[in-house]
Nanobody, 111 residues
Framework: EVKLVESGGGYVQPGGSLRLSCTASGLSFFMEQMKWVRQAPGKGLEWVASIEYDGRTSYTDSVKGRFTISRDNPNKTVYLDLTSLQNEDTAMYYC?????RGQGTQVTVSS
């Protein structure tokens, strides 16, 4: 069974930074594409970033240059570094592998 556990969310002012972490189990982590998705209040699920098994990354346009996805294969962990946070980044952030998501970690950006 694939399990994903996120952490690192919190309350931050506009312009601030956070690091989200996701630890995986139950899969051959080093072989898998990993993703971060988010869901803002009252909105649908939005893909944020992906990282391939070989480290290639891709981002949705609204976070390019501000967010960075990375992975630590030996520790089966994927990270999302959030910088220059904006109010519109407020959402529940989920780590995902295929159809599986974790329980999420809340990011709230507000002054």
């Amino acid at each position: 069974e694939v399990k994903l556990v996120e952490s690192g969310g919190g309350y931050v002012q506009p312009g601030g930074s956070l690091r989200l972490s996701c630890t995986a189990s139950g899969l051959s982590f080093f072989m898998e594409q990993m993703k971060w998705v988010r869901q803002a209040p009252g909105k649908g699920l939005e893909w944020v970033a992906s990282i391939e098994y070989d480290g290639r990354t891709s981002y949705t346009d609204s976070v390019k240059g501000r967010f960075t996805i990375s992975r630590d294969n030996p520790n089966k962990t994927v990270y999302l570094d959030l910088t220059s946070l904006q109010n519109e980044d407020t959402a529940m952030y989920y780590c995902a592998q295929g159809p599986t998501r974790g329980q999420g970690t809340q990011v709230t950006v507000s002054s």
